[in-house]
């Protein structure tokens, strides 16, 4: 009996890879999934009129990279392919994409060429920061933050000007914060192996790179082939976790919705019990957890207080999402993915995305704005009300956008707690926690966004790693 706890996209993703495994069905292993909530999907949810779509989560998937192909074989086995709508590079969506600097709105350089361009707010042409990088000493550390890095190696005005908004838009974090292996694991490693960036990058030209071997679908080859930079799901990313739910469900995977998990008692190294807010127990040979490491961190602290510290150290922030839809018969906006608003402007907003041009089939002119992360406690306070919310986002928009139109309809969330920090350290403490766990023989397996990688595509690669263990030990 092997237990997911967690019906977001960790959890569900669980429950397909075990099936893959034939967990299941061979070794005749009845699987379950406990979910607090009436629903599956965790953070992914849309709202869907006849009109608009309100994305309240993600919005978009990268199809880049193993992860990122791994997740298209999944929706081609799921017989999504129909319903991907893709973004190629050479649409507005992919090339266009702005920040926010001296009350201006500045496009990023999307080609080869514009690297050698003097682009504002930059002083002078990208191309520079590659000089920079060659001049610099090397700097031997463990682990840096990736604003340290980038202005070490590349210059300041890079790491205020594309990493930190950067990070805004990846994780809503504070660059000054966030590990460099978060996003730039191999060119950390070239500067520590090699002294720097580009000498690092000289060096794996002769010596190539190996990379493992991923059986691709028509799905995966057309994304690679067309050159896709992002995708989403017509009709709403709601449409992955139910038609992942469903095929669960198809498979006999027992759903057990409303179901809160309130603490975790480990028997022995082969059975665990899992008591539930009513005082109902039930029992598993194994737990892979997909829940938020601050919620396990609850569940196990009674027996084991030290995991329970070390999942506590991993921090998380709240996010502010405000979706607007304006009826409008000419579009409001330029064609683009949107803007991120640089963290040294200090201003309320993280970003604005712009729905009606990423995402099919919307009338009028539709965006996101995302406020907080990081900086949502200063901002807004410990409990802001929802009107407070809207009402700088209107604010910021009608400044920056120049919209000064009421909207047809909105959408406010606060998303607490939603997007898990990697600051620096965060890798080294994950190794500390899977080795206790390995150390005091506890049967359960960490999945989700708290541990990998924070986007769809990590997670989902997580959960296959995860069951691939279990499923050889
Ligand atoms: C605002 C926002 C925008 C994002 N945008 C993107 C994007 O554009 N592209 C991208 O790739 N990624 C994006 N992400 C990241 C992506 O949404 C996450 O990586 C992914 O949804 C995390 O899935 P998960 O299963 O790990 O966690 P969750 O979605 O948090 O799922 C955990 C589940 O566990 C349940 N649970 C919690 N406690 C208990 C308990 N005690 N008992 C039982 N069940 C419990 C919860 O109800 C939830 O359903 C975004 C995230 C946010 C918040």
């Not at 840096?144 to 005005?157: L, P, T």
């Not at 039930?282 to 070390?310: C, D, F, G, M």
Request: hydrophobic share 40%.
């Amino acid at each position: 009996m092997a237990a997911i706890l967690g019906g977001g996209l960790g959890g569900l993703s669980t429950g397909y890879y075990l099936l893959k495994n034939n967990v299941c069905n061979n070794n005749n292993v009845k699987l379950f999934l406990l979910e607090a909530t009436n629903q599956c999907g965790g953070w992914v949810k849309t709202i869907r009129t006849k009109d608009y779509l309100f994305e309240q989560g993600p919005r978009t998937i990268r199809p880049k990279g193993m992860p990122g192909l791994n997740t298209l074989n999944m929706m081609q086995d799921l017989g999504l392919s129909e319903h991907i709508a893709p973004i190629r590079s050479d649409h507005p969506a992919a090339k266009n994409r702005m920040i926010y600097v001296n009350n201006t709105l500045h496009m990023l350089p999307s080609s080869f060429r514009g690297i050698f361009q003097r682009n504002e707010p930059f002083s002078k042409p990208l191309i520079y920061a590659a000089f920079n990088d060659w001049k610099q000493p090397q700097k031997e550390m463990k682990d840096d933050s990736i604003y340290n890095f980038v202005e070490r190696r590349f210059g300041k005005e890079l790491a205020d000007y594309a990493i930190s908004p950067m990070i805004c838009g990846i994780c809503a974090g504070d660059a000054k914060e966030i590990s460099v292996k978060f996003l730039m694991k191999t060119l950390f490693e070239h500067e520590q192996n090699h002294g720097g960036v580009m000498k690092g990058l000289l060096k794996s030209m002769f010596t190539g790179n190996l990379t493992e071997e991923l059986e691709l679908t028509e799905l995966a080859k057309s994304a690679k082939e067309e050159k896709w930079s992002v995708y989403t799901i017509k009709g709403g990313l709601e449409t992955f976790p139910l038609t992942l739910k469903n095929y669960l469900t198809d498979n006999n995977v027992a759903m057990h919705f409303n179901t809160s998990v309130k603490e975790i008692e480990f028997i022995d190294s082969s059975v665990v019990n899992l008591k539930k807010d009513n005082g109902e127990v039930l029992t598993a040979n194994h737990i892979y957890s997909t829940v938020p490491a601050h919620v396990l961190a609850r569940l196990v602290e009674k027996q084991h207080p030290k995991l329970s510290t070390y999942l506590n150290e991993i921090p998380f922030v709240t996010v502010g999402i405000v979706n607007l839809y304006f009826d409008t018969d000419k579009s409001l906006i330029t064609p683009a993915f949107g803007f991120l608003v640089p963290p040294i402007e200090n201003r309320s907003i993280l970003g604005v995305v712009f729905d009606s041009c990423c995402i099919p089939d919307q009338k009028g002119t539709v965006l996101t704005v995302m406020l907080g992360g990081r900086w949502f406690h200063e901002k807004f306070g410990e409990n802001p009300a929802e009107s407070k919310l809207l009402e700088v986002a209107l604010r910021e928009i009608k400044a920056i956008l120049k919209i000064d139109e009421k909207p047809t309809a909105y959408n406010v969330s606060i998303l607490k707690r939603c997007i898990p920090q990697y600051v620096v350290g965060h890798y080294d403490r994950v190794d500390s926690i899977r080795e206790y766990i390995e150390n005091n023989n506890l049967p359960i397996s960490l999945v989700g966004s708290s541990y990998d990688g924070v986007g769809v595509n990590d997670v989902i690669f997580s959960a296959k790693t995860q069951v691939g263990e279990v499923c050889t030990t």
